[in-house]
């Protein structure tokens, strides 16, 4: 009989040993803490088959930037199953157990980065955000469209570059969703670690800062700067700061992994040839664990009216129809009024934060439109200035 329960913090090496095994990694003795630390911090539930861990679910508690504030989030990680217990019902009671405790908790959404996105899909996870891979060739000047700001940039030294860097990250979330607030314990483990095990062979983080902005990247001997992490207040406190990163001495190449999707790179450029699109992927995949709650909290672009039919098979309470009012003083109750549109959990979630868009949802049969332009309207009042976008991996 398999038991859902909360991992003690004594079985959390067990959680690292069933990571590897279920992601195909090595991880040294040496190596435990680092990969423990999200598992020590966070809500940890486990599924037991006669005491043996069988399968495992990490969930942080975080705060999440949505359009117009911030909401409480169970940040999912440290999810796997042993192969020997793979369908015998083991992760949708984790995840129905996940569900119930964000519930309690108060926190109206969950996210997670996805090794198989098919997965969550079923449990009501919508993908909401993408991003895309870039890589810029510096063996020439980088000619900008854009004039750089000429406020003096300063390199900061990593025990003091999550005070200095955390205002303007913070700021950064409130006009651009999708991202997580940190905490100094956050910034040092994920965004400043001293070294990069997936990317071996590049020096430590360094940290570069405009008043509006900074860069914190690495570099290698083979003459690429990796950047880890970008923020920018300004386009031209961006440009200042690719201008920098594009100027160092002893570099050829600018790699620069996860970016948003609207980057003003590639136009910024004079040559746009020198800025190569990488890769596009998805990213964050959102639930909204109590859907009135998190309609409720997220600012609109437009003020508009409609009836939502949402299907919900995991929690009942979100299933049925929602009148949904936008504008400055958004509410979302229950009414038996025929609906404009129908559609999904999973698929509410995806166009929550504004980065997918309800209209092709709709063209591809996804979404049900019973109200002609329904979908027009509420993408309108879904919209935001800039693509949503997370820069941490978790």
Known sequence: MIEIREVPEGDVDQMVDLAALVFHQRIEKDEYDRVAWPARRAERLGAYDDGVLAGQLASLPARLAVPGGFLDCSAVTFVGVLPTHRRRGVLTSMIDRMHADAIAAGRPVAALWASQGLIYGRYGFGLATRAISMEI?????????????????????????????????????SSRPGGLLRDPEWWAQIVLEPVDHEAPGYTEPRAVVHPAGYAVYRTHPDRTVMVIDFVAETPQAEAALWRYLASIDLTSRIKAPGRPVDDLLPHMAADPDQVAIKGDYGALWLRLVDVPAALRARSWAAGDAFVLEVRDPRIPANEGRWRLKTGSAPSCDRTADSPDLTLSAADL????????????????????????????????????????FIHDDF
């Open 349 to 388: 979630a995806a166009v929550y934060l504004g980065g997918t868009r309800l209209t092709a949802l709709v063209r591809v049969g996804a979404v049900t439109e019973h109200t002609p332009s329904a979908a027009t309207r509420l993408e309108a009042a879904l919209a935001v200035p800039l693509a949503p």
């Open 137 to 173: 060739d510096t063996t020439r000047p980088l000619d900008l469209r854009t004039t750089p700001d000429p406020a003096p940039l300063r390199l900061v030294d990593l025990a003091s570059a999550p005070e200095v860097l955390d205002p303007i990250y913070t700021r950064a979330l």
